[in-house]
Every structure is written in structure tokens, then in C-alpha cells.
């Protein structure tokens, strides 16, 4: 007689609804979701311009901003990929720091005395030093950077904002829990008939 064993069974089939659950969810919830964030973020360059925000906003992404910053405290550089390095001011401000990105160079050694002073741009976020497993577990927001419309002297003019560069996973997410999904019951059925057989072959050869 065929028999389903009953414990891995109801541990196998939890662990395929959740799998579907999960998948679920990355479609029907943090998908939407995502699509009108991202139509939000693409709207976001057309808006009135407001003052640089100091604390993290990502809904502020790509918006238009003006902001007075003080002489800069320090001067850094920063990867910036095909165009090289970006400078990077940091301003103190009467309710903490914000962040200028003044332009890009493909000089390494690349300084600038920029003074500081009145600025226009687009909010984008700062350089964040976390790695990928940092991130995972440390779920701080990343800090706003203030890229500026105009570069400073000797440097190269900052990218214009671009929504591409916004990741929108969730569907790859769904598709992968599902497949995720169907491989278990399939790899799960194929042993318990496997196991099956075995039996049969054994009980008929006594």
C-alpha cells in the first residue's frame, strides 16, 4: 500500500504556501506600491522647488531644491562610475549638516575651493559606505545629497536626474518565490514516489 508520510508532508506543504504567500505579496503589495512611488519620483523634477530637506525623505527624491550652505566644513571625493569621482561638500546648517555634490572629475587628485554659498539642484541621496550586508540589517535611511544644477569651478556638470537608476524588483521577487515554490513540491512529490516504490519493491520480494 501507498502511503504519504504525514509529518513531511505538513512541513513541505507549509513551506510551499509560504513560499506562495511570499510571492503573493511581492505582487500584489510591494509591487503596486513600487510603480506609484516610482510615478511619484517621476513627477518629482516637474514640481515646485523646495528648501533642501535635512532629514531623509526618499518620497523628495529628484525634486527640485535651493539651499544656502555656509563654507564647507570638508571637501571629499566619491565614486561616481563612468564620469569618475564627484567632490562632495559638506555645510553646517543651524539644524545639523547637508551634503552639496559640486560636480565630477576623472582627475583622482581632483580638489576644489569652492566657498560655499547659495544653491540650486535636485535632492538625491549621499554616498552610503554600508555594504550589502550592512544594509540588511541596518535599516537607517539614507542621507539626502544636494546635486547642484551648476558645477563648481574646474569641474565637470553633475548627471540630470534619472528614475532608471531606481531599482523595481518585486516582480523577478514573485516570479522567484513561485518557482521557488513549485520546485519543492515538485522535488517533495518525485520522493515520496520514489519512496514509494521502494516499498512496493521490497514488500513484494519477501
Known amino acids: 500500500m501507498r502511503r504519504t508520510p ?22 500584489l503589495d510591494r ?5 506609484a512611488y516610482l510615478a ?3 513627477a518629482n523634477p ?23 550652505c555656509p563654507p564647507p566644513v570638508t571637501i571629499r571625493r566619491a565614486g561616481a562610475g563612468a564620469a569618475g569621482f564627484r567632490l562632495i561638500a559638506t ?12 560636480g565630477t572629475t576623472h582627475d583622482p587628485r581632483a580638489e576644489s575651493d569652492w566657498p560655499g554659498g547659495r544653491v540650486t539642484g535636485y535632492v538625491s541621496h549621499a554616498p552610503d559606505s554600508r ?9 537607517r535611511p539614507q542621507a539626502m545629497l544636494l ?14 536626474p534619472d528614475i532608471g537608476g531606481v531599482p523595481n524588483n518585486h516582480l523577478a521577487y514573485a516570479i522567484q518565490w513561485f518557482l521557488f515554490a513549485a520546485i519543492a513540491a515538485i522535488i517533495y512529490a518525485l520522493a515520496v514516489v520514489r519512496r514509494n516504490r521502494m516499498v512496493v519493491v521490497r514488500d513484494t520480494g519477501r
Open 147 to 160: 546635486v547642484a544644477d551648476t558645477p563648481a569651478a574646474g569641474l565637470e556638470a553633475n548627471p540630470r
Open 46 to 68: 516637474a514640481r515646485p522647488a523646495i528648501a533642501f530637506p535635512l532629514f531623509p525623505d526618499d518620497h523628495l527624491l529628484f525634486r527640485r531644491t535651493v539651499a544656502e
Open 131 to 139: 555594504s550589502l550586508i550592512e544594509s540588511a540589517f541596518d535599516h
Open 40 to 42: 511619484q519620483l517621476a
Open 6 to 27: 504525514i509529518l513531511p508532508t505538513l512541513i513541505v506543504g507549509l513551506a510551499v504556501a509560504a513560499m506562495i504567500a511570499l510571492g503573493l505579496w511581492q505582487l
Open 91 to 102: 555645510c553646517t546648517v543651524p539644524r545639523g549638516a547637508m551634503q552639496v555634490q559640486l
Open 31 to 35: 509591487l503596486p506600491r513600487k510603480e
